[in-house]
């Protein structure tokens, strides 16, 4: 069974720009979560889908958003770039939104903004 | 609010035993996970406990949990070098969102 696909990996981009990032849930799991890792915060909740719909947010800008589609794939957009958003973006998926389902995690995109 | 604090650094000799602890904060916490990131890659699922469960184990991996105290321990027995990595304890608590720590740094000596 194929895991979590992030595409793309790596991404370079200037402050200004924006950019879109893909993820490919496990065949079967319809709740996406993302997810931001930086050295300096760690690992941030950036905001979650169920079923087309944002189920729970983080604490982070409207510059930051995303949605799922019907076949659960989902994608996280990120406009007027900042230094800042440098990072590795990761994306979860799991069978529910439930508690007890745990996320399966991608091996995320490197973005970094020059 | 919600908060998971680790160690950061733990340097073990190859065959030793790796004892890796966390604390967290949110008594709603009903699952707790630990996760292993490699350079490069994302965040490997190992082991997840439910808050009514003190301990599980997982052929090399035992989780044991003081839910009085909130606190979470990872232990692997006979660590090898390929167990270095971060090691990263996460909560899912009344808000469903994962809260992780910092994540600790394991080094396995040979």
């Known amino acids: 069974k194929a895991g979590v696909t992030q595409t793309p990996r790596y991404l370079i981009k200037t402050r200004g720009q924006q950019v879109t990032l893909s993820c490919s849930p496990i065949?079967?799991?319809?709740?996406v979560s993302w997810y931001q890792q930086t050295p300096g915060q760690g690992l941030q909740f950036l905001f979650e889908?169920?079923?087309?719909?944002?189920?729970n947010k983080g604490n982070f800008p409207g510059r930051f958003s995303g949605r799922q589609f019907s076949n659960s794939r989902s994608e996280m957009n990120v406009s007027t770039l900042e230094l800042g958003d440098s990072a590795l973006y990761l994306c979860?998926?799991?069978?529910?939104?439930?508690?007890?389902?745990?996320?399966?995690f991608g091996d995320g995109t490197r973005l970094s903004i020059l | 609010g919600e908060d998971v604090e680790q160690s950061l650094f733990l340097s073990v000799r190859e065959g030793d035993s790796s004892v890796i602890n966390c604390t967290y904060t949110?008594?709603?916490?009903?699952?707790l996970y630990w996760y292993k990131q490699e350079p490069g890659a994302g965040l490997q699922l190992l082991t997840y406990i439910f808050s009514n469960m003190d301990m599980k184990q997982d052929q090399r991996l035992t989780v044991l949990l003081n839910k009085k105290d909130k606190h979470l321990s990872l232990r692997i027995a006979d660590t090898q070098t390929g167990d270095s990595a971060i090691y990263f304890c996460?909560?899912?608590?009344?808000?469903?969102?994962?809260?992780f720590g910092k994540g600790t740094l394991l080094t396995v000596n040979p």
């Open positions: 949110d008594s709603s916490s009903t699952y």
């Open positions: 889908y169920f079923s087309e719909t944002q189920r």
């Open positions: 996460a909560e899912r608590g009344s808000n469903y969102k994962l809260t």
């Open positions: 065949s079967g799991h319809r709740s």
């Open positions: 979860a998926s799991s069978l529910s939104d439930g508690r007890n389902q745990p996320q399966h």
